[in-house]
């Protein structure tokens, strides 16, 4: 199994910044890619940024590009979301989730953290 432990949620004013980190640990054989999603009560969970590994190739919501930066650190095996300019509309629990596998004989699945919650009010 693969664990992952979001951290660098609360509350901001709009227009300020916070750091998401997402730390993946378990029986990681490799992990393809890692992002972030985001929901709000009775809405759909929706993509934020995604980065590929290798590569690190980026994948942004349109809501979020310019303000918002994916990271990686590949040998630790964590994520960062770098977010700037929040605007209220911005608050949700952010997810953090790896397609990984555990054993090079199976396919990568998804796994999700629990959640950290980001707020952005005055």
């Known amino acids: 199994q693969v664990q992952l432990v979001e951290s660098g949620g609360g509350l901001v004013q709009p227009g300020g910044s916070l750091r998401l980190s997402c730390a993946a640990s378990?029986?990681?054989?490799?992990?393809?890619?890692m992002g972030w999603y985001r929901q709000t009560p009775g809405k759909d969970r929706e993509l934020v940024a995604t980065?590929?590994?290798?590569?690190?190739?980026?994948d942004y919501a349109d809501s979020v590009k310019g303000r918002f930066t994916i990271s990686r650190d590949g040998a630790r095996n964590t994520v960062y979301l770098q977010m700037n300019s929040l605007k209220p509309e911005d608050t949700a629990v952010y997810y953090c989730?790896?397609?990984?596998?555990?054993?090079?004989?199976?396919?990568?699945?998804?796994?999700w953290g629990k959640g950290t919650l980001v707020t952005v009010s005055s």
């Open positions: 989730n790896a397609h990984a596998s555990t054993h090079f004989l199976d396919a990568a699945r998804d796994y």
């Open positions: 378990g029986s990681i054989f490799s992990i393809n890619a």
């Open positions: 980065i590929t590994n290798p590569g690190a190739a980026t």
